[in-house]
């Protein structure tokens, strides 16, 4: 992909999701090399963020209650790229059982990979901003959010041919029970990994 292509290509996703939707599915990628892109943009992503917090630590206190994964990079990495699966697999299923016209899971798949990009190049102006900014870094983080949201309704739209955004949040809500599930399923794995380590 060029450097052009790949400025197009953002610039859709922010403005035109249904279209970049379009048109990373027509890629049509590999699948095992968009499960190595989504590992490789989850351990990148997991780096950013631990980074941030060696670099700025939060001040709420509730953070040092978080999980042990939250704070290790590797476990970090390693339960973001599970929560990642989880999505694509829940955004598939789901969708397909609402009626979704999904091709192949690899739709998905790209679509949440590609996502993961974008909010790796957030995380890393945000982080940047911390220091300069803070007061922008925090807005940063509350725009990059609602657009976020926006973006992931619209390319679950155009994977599963819906024609319309409500049924494609309520896909995106009813998967987020599955993540859950499943997620909870990931923390306790990590949590015998550690408990072992230990």
Do not use: C
């Amino acid at each position: 992909m060029t450097s052009d292509r790949f400025r197009d290509l953002v610039r859709q996703t922010l403005f035109r999701p249904h279209v970049a939707a379009r048109a990373l599915m027509e890629m049509r990628l590999p699948r095992q090399e968009l499960w190595l892109s989504l590992g490789l943009v989850s351990i990148l992503n997991a780096f950013v963020y631990s980074l941030s917090l060696q670099l700025n630590p939060p001040a709420d206190p509730a953070v040092a209650l978080m999980p042990p994964a939250f704070h290790a990079p590797v476990l970090f990495a390693l339960f973001l790229f599970g929560a990642l699966a989880i999505t694509v697999v829940a955004l598939y299923h789901v969708g397909l059982g609402l009626g979704g016209a999904a091709v192949s899971m690899d739709d998905l798949l790209v679509l949440v990979t590609w996502l993961q990009v974008l909010r790796l190049m957030v995380q890393i102006v945000i982080v940047v901003l911390a220091f300069a900014a803070p007061v922008l870094a925090a807005m940063a983080v509350m725009v990059a959010a609602i657009w976020g949201a926006y973006i992931l309704v619209g390319f679950v739209d155009a994977a599963h041919r819906f024609g319309n955004m409500f049924k494609a949040a309520g896909v995106i809500l009813l998967s987020l029970v599955a993540m859950v599930i499943g997620l909870s399923a990931v923390l306790s794995l990590i949590g015998i990994v550690v408990m072992r380590g230990g």
